[in-house]
């Protein structure tokens, strides 16, 4: 039986590659058959909201058997968020997250709050990715990450934009491979 692995994508209609949402192309070809790579389009994506997309997610992890959580910017931030306030805590094999942002209080729909800080500090692998040239979330977000979360492990990367829209991902591969690995 493959591991699934769920990637939630972010704000904005997401890029296609092989008529699909980019990110399963990218990490099933890394990851290889052992793996079986889902990154659905989420509830309008154009203008978010974290209900809709935290239901969307709760119904993803309903039909999959421990999976990897894989989240890109809005989406990880949503993800992070969804894994924070859920009683009982989500059985799921690592959580890695891509160019996320990390939002103040000035946006209480999506902003952690200290008890869900609090309540993230037992999950792991945690994992967080940021390009030092994202020109949409600024690369000081990693380091309020790295402060918050101090048993996460945070990966600094450059040339990778805000998108991530590469032809492969090695490090994230790597790291689900040897953090989270297959079923």
Do not use: C
Not at 4 to 25: D, F, L, M, N
């Amino acid at each position: 039986m493959s591991q699934p692995v769920i990637v939630i994508h972010g704000a904005g209609e997401p890029r296609q590659r092989q008529g699909k949402v980019y990110w399963e192309p990218l990490l099933e070809n890394g990851l290889g058959p052992e793996y079986q790579v889902r990154a659905p389009r989420m509830p309008h994506p154009e203008d978010p909201h974290f209900q809709a997309w935290a239901e969307r997610i709760d119904h993803l992890l309903e039909e999959s058997d421990r999976p990897v959580l894989v989240g890109h910017s809005f989406g990880a931030s949503v993800v992070l968020k969804f894994v924070a306030q859920a009683d009982p805590q989500l059985a799921f094999r690592g959580l890695f997250l891509v160019a996320t942002p990390f939002w103040k209080t000035g946006f209480p729909e999506f902003a952690l709050t200290a008890e869900e800080l609090d309540r993230l500090q037992s999950v792991s692998p945690m994992v967080f990715y940021h390009s030092q040239d994202d020109s949409e979330v600024g690369f000081d977000h990693l380091g309020q990450y790295a402060s918050a979360l101090p048993h996460a492990l945070t990966r600094g990367l450059d040339g990778r934009g805000h998108e991530f829209n590469q032809e492969s991902f090695p490090e994230l591969v790597a790291d689900i491979h040897r953090l989270a690995g297959p079923a």
